[in-house]
């Protein structure tokens, strides 16, 4: 999108945040790259995963399972 001129009908929503970003990929400051399927986080808020994935997923963003312990004390 950040290349391509043509707007789609699901993509009318989007509108000077894209152009902004456009612009920025035209004169060269940003490049705008692929992000592999495995690599998007956002995944574990979106869809069910594999329970390896999540897990990998959920360490990657340092949350922990309710029976780990904070070191704060009992929790009841």
Same mark, same amino acid.
């Given at each position: 999108?950040?290349?391509?001129?043509?707007?789609?009908?699901?993509?009318?929503?989007?509108?000077?945040?894209?152009?902004?970003?456009? +612009?920025?990929?035209?004169?060269?400051? &940003? =490049?705008?790259?692929?992000?592999?399927?495995t690599s998007q986080f956002a995944g574990i808020f979106t869809k069910g995963l594999p329970s390896s994935?999540?897990? +990998?997923?959920?360490?990657?963003?340092? &949350? =922990?399972?309710?029976?780990?312990?904070?070191?704060?004390?009992?929790?009841?």
């Open positions: 999108m950040s290349a391509n001129p043509v707007q789609h009908q699901r993509t009318k929503h989007i509108e000077i945040d894209l152009h902004f970003v456009r +612009e920025r990929v035209a004169v060269g400051d &940003i =490049r705008v790259l692929h992000v592999p399927m994935v999540f897990t +990998e997923f959920r360490s990657s963003l340092n &949350i =922990r399972c309710p029976d780990d312990s904070t070191g704060g004390g009992v929790v009841r």
